[in-house]
């Protein structure tokens, strides 16, 4: 069975511009989340989305966003770029939201580098 | 706000030693309490998770220690080896809030 799987690996863009980032869930899952890890700040949860609807949000500024498509895959939106937006955005996906302990299951993660 | 505190920041062990990670939670409504294990240019991935109801949690070399009135709870990694060489993270959740509130993560080595 495949794993969560995201794209690209890898991201380069510079100040300003915006990025946008791929999640697949395993299949069967319905909810997605995001979660950022920037270099010596651990996992810092950004965006949980399911059956389409966000349902919690971190404490990050509104130019991070996302949707959740119909067939569960999930974008993460990141506009107007700035350095310290720099860090590899992990997706996760689960079950749902019967039971917090649905496994979060994570993928390998997009690694952004803002010039 | 750090609502979850994990300690030591590293760890280095032996082979054959225990290896011992500390987390306290601020938020009395957690009730999941997970630990996730990274190896470099990985995701994490779940190593064991423990609820509330229950004082300690045992699979394979890996045991959580959990103490509901010190809002604290712990990793003991049994007969370290080699391959446990990773980052471990401490993490909590309540049903409703979905996300995990995750520790800042001990970089664990074992040296042969």
């Known amino acids: 069975e495949a794993g969560v799987t995201q794209s690209p690996t890898h991201l380069i863009k510079t100040r300003g511009q915006q990025a946008t980032l791929r999640c697949s869930p395993i299949s069967g899952h319905t909810s997605v989340y995001w979660y950022q890890q920037a270099l010596g700040l651990g996992l810092q949860f950004l965006l949980w989305?399911?059956?389409?609807?966000?349902?919690n949000r971190g404490n990050f500024p509104p130019r991070f966003s996302g949707r959740q498509f119909p067939n569960y895959s999930s974008e993460l939106n990141v506009n107007a770029l700035e350095l310290e937006d720099s860090a590899l955005y992990l997706c996760?996906?689960?079950?749902?939201?019967?039971?917090?302990?649905?496994?979060?299951?994570f993928g390998p993660g997009t690694r952004l580098t803002v010039l | 706000q750090q609502q979850v505190k994990q300690s030591p920041q590293s760890l280095i062990v032996q082979k054959g030693g225990i290896s011992i990670i500390n987390c306290a939670y601020e938020?009395?409504?957690?009730?999941?309490f997970p630990w996730y294990q990274q190896f470099p240019g990985k995701g994490p991935a779940l190593l064991i998770a423990?609820?509330?109801?229950?004082s300690e949690k045992k699979e394979g070399r890996f045991t959580i220690s959990f103490n509901k009135s010190a809002k604290q709870f712990s990793l003991h990694i049994m007969d370290s080896q080699p391959g446990d060489s990773a980052t471990y993270f401490c993490?909590?959740?309540?049903?409703?809030?979905?996300?995990?509130?995750f520790g800042a993560g001990t970089q664990v080595v074992v040296t042969p």
């Open positions: 938020n009395t409504a957690f009730d999941y």
């Open positions: 989305y399911d059956e389409g609807e966000e349902r």
């Open positions: 993490a909590a959740s309540t049903d409703s809030w979905g996300k995990l509130q």
């Open positions: 423990i609820r509330p109801d229950v």
């Open positions: 996760a996906s689960s079950f749902g939201t019967l039971s917090v302990t649905d496994t979060q299951y």
